[in-house]
């Protein structure tokens, strides 16, 4: 079945620091990929999303690229801010099954210090 | 605009209690899923709908029933408590039923002893 492999964290950052957060996918297809973001407290939000091979998400200064030679969709943001704290989840969609299903990966929790 | 609303926001159970989550969204969207969260497993989907009268089963279904029967609820049953579920419950919807983007409820703490 599809299955979605994120870093594990915690990843601690100093603000302005660079901040790379890896996810490969396995999936049949040719899936939609998503990165979700959950602040303390809240629930899940769409950071940004991909639906096809070589397309680019961006949102909020964060940015994802659909590798599918490599299975990837790894998350990117070139200066982070203490606001940027918080768990974040790689997902896809196959797209093809009813329901508007996610599969997501275990979540990256990213603590940015002042 | 509401969006997406669970309650309660927390509960504690003993072990073969029963209870009801709520969840509620006024944006008039076709689809809704509940799915649970665990430390280091990400989100595991439960049960969805994809409309009114019509609900599925996701990865996580034993123990949990879940009823669609207007567009704006989706409530979620545990029959007969256990540790095991022991989580935070998040309900999402969504307007379409394929790659659509979810809106999230702020969850519900479940502890069962």
């Known amino acids: 079945g599809d299955s979605v492999t994120q870093m594990e964290g915690p990843v601690t950052l100093s603000e302005e620091a660079f901040l790379t957060i890896n996810c490969t996918y396995t999936a049949t297809g040719y899936p939609s990929l998503f990165w979700y973001v959950q602040y303390p407290g809240e629930g899940l939000q769409l950071l940004l999303k991909?639906?096809?091979?070589?397309d680019k998400g961006s949102n909020k200064g964060f940015e994802a690229t659909y590798r599918k030679e490599t299975t990837s969709f790894h998350l990117e943001k070139g200066s982070v801010q203490v606001s940027d704290s918080a768990v974040y989840f790689c997902?896809?969609?196959?797209?093809?099954?009813?329901?508007?299903?996610?599969?997501f990966g275990g979540g990256t929790r990213v603590l940015v210090k002042p | 605009n509401a969006g997406v609303t669970q309650t309660p926001k927390f509960q504690v159970l003993k072990t073969g209690q029963s209870m009801t989550l709520q969840c509620a969204q006024d944006?008039?969207?076709?689809?809704m899923s509940w799915y649970r969260q665990d430390p280091g497993m990400g989100l595991r989907l439960i049960h969805y709908s994809v409309g009114a009268g019509i609900t599925d089963q996701g990865e996580v279904p034993n123990g949990y029933n879940v009823s669609r029967s207007t567009t704006e609820d989706f409530p979620l049953r545990l029959l007969s408590a256990a540790p095991s579920q022991t989580s935070v419950y998040f309900c999402a919807s969504s307007l379409g039923a394929t790659n659509e983007k979810l809106f999230f409820g702020s969850g519900t703490q479940l502890s069962v002893l």
């Open positions: 991909a639906t096809k091979a070589d």
């Open positions: 997902a896809l969609s196959d797209g093809k099954a009813a329901g508007n299903k996610l599969t």
């Open positions: 944006m008039n969207h076709e689809y």
